[in-house]
């Protein structure tokens, strides 16, 4: 009943700026976090930012490059990221999920977007 899509992957040059967009259709109602996690080649997948209302988290790596944010309709998302390093190259998935507390109740994935970093 719900379908993640996310748009805006492509290449970019270091120092680039890309943007990301993450929406959820279907029953969104009870959605309430939003967030980016990425898989870089030999790496684990790691979480990039999450929102919660209006809260947001980022992992160290990206801290002061990109920003999440979320739009008045549920289940959407976007990531701006600027100042774009070569190490930031990754396969880019959204997750929206219906949390309560920190369980997580239901988790919905979308198909992953391709961002590649290179000079």
């Known amino acids: 009943q719900v379908q993640v899509v996310e748009y805006g992957g492509g290449l970019a040059q270091p120092g680039e700026s890309l943007n990301l967009s993450c929406t959820a259709r279907?029953?969104?109602?009870?959605?309430?976090?939003m967030a980016w996690f990425r898989q870089a080649p030999g790496k684990q997948r790691e979480l990039v930012a999450s929102i919660k209302n209006g809260n947001t988290n980022y992992t160290d790596a990206v801290k002061g490059r990109f920003t999440i944010s979320s739009g008045n309709t549920k289940g959407t998302a976007w990531l701006q990221m600027s100042d774009l390093k070569p190490e930031d190259t990754a396969v880019y998935c959204c997750?929206?999920?219906?949390?309560?507390?920190?369980?997580?109740?239901?988790?919905?994935w979308g198909q992953g977007t391709q961002v590649t970093v290179s000079a």
């Open positions: 279907g029953s969104v109602f009870s959605i309430n976090k």
């Open positions: 997750n929206a999920r219906s949390t309560a507390g920190s369980m997580v109740m239901y988790e919905y």
